[in-house]
């Protein structure tokens, strides 16, 4: 989705940092043999992963939701040198896909794979961490939330994507639209919770970056 002229944000992504050519693959297979390939963070949006991980230098990273894994490479390029990312999701299927690309990158040691329901996960994982990514279902982000937010470092980092829902986050709400039901009450947590701070960024799907005091 794009919230300014197609032809500006062409421009916008021809002046950013270019795709690394791991990820133009990844990309590129992802395409050919997965199912729903529009999932993918993609180039620009990857690039803003990247750069924030980079001035973040986290040491643990979570993300929810892997998919074919690209942000978690994404997210990866800011690791600290001994730091470890651990991701999640619940589709097994991809498992092997995303292995292969970790491992194909230099962060492959540090990439520790979890499958499962997140709820179950999160709470498995004896670790503070200095940098969240939320990318899952929608219905779950206020309960992850609840579930991260004591597990994160002062001064930690919670991003978290697809928070404008195309648009529906200001349309009448449908009754049955479990998603923009929680995406609602998660946007309206993040920009009252006294314990973060939070700018939504207008970015492809939108963006929300939060930071836990």
């Known amino acids: ?17 270019k795709e690394p050519e791991l990820l133009q693959l990844l990309t590129r297979e992802t395409y050919q043999k997965i199912l729903q390939p529009r999932m993918l963070s993609g180039h620009y949006q990857g690039r803003i992963l990247s750069i ?6 986290p040491k643990h990273i979570l993300e ?11 997210l990866a390029e800011g690791i600290t040198k001994h730091g470890q990312l651990h991701t999640i999701d619940i589709n ?10 970790f491992d194909l990158s230099k962060y492959g040691q540090q990439i520790h794979q979890h499958l499962g329901d997140a709820t179950n996960v999160i709470p498995k994982i004896d670790l503070n961490f200095d940098l969240v990514f939320i990318d899952a ?13 004591n597990k994160m470092n002062s001064g930690g980092v919670i991003l978290s994507d697809n928070v404008l829902w195309s648009g529906k ?15 609602l009450k998660y946007n309206k947590l993040l ?19 939060t930071r836990v005091k």
């Open 137 to 149: 279902d929608k219905p779950n982000y206020p309960a992850y939330f609840d579930l991260i937010i």
């Open 191 to 209: 920009a009252e919770d006294p314990r973060v701070e939070t700018v939504l960024l207008p970015v492809r799907d939108g963006l929300t970056i």
């Open 169 to 183: 986050v200001i349309e009448k709400l449908k009754k049955d639209d479990a998603s923009t039901t929680a995406l």
């Open 64 to 74: 929810i939701g892997t998919y074919t894994g690209y942000s978690a490479l994404c």
């Open 52 to 57: 924030l991980s980079k001035l973040i230098n």
């Open 92 to 101: 097994e299927e991809l498992y092997d896909f995303q292995r292969k690309y």
């Open 1 to 17: 989705m794009h919230f300014i002229p197609e032809a500006l944000d062409d421009y916008v992504v021809a002046h950013s940092e």
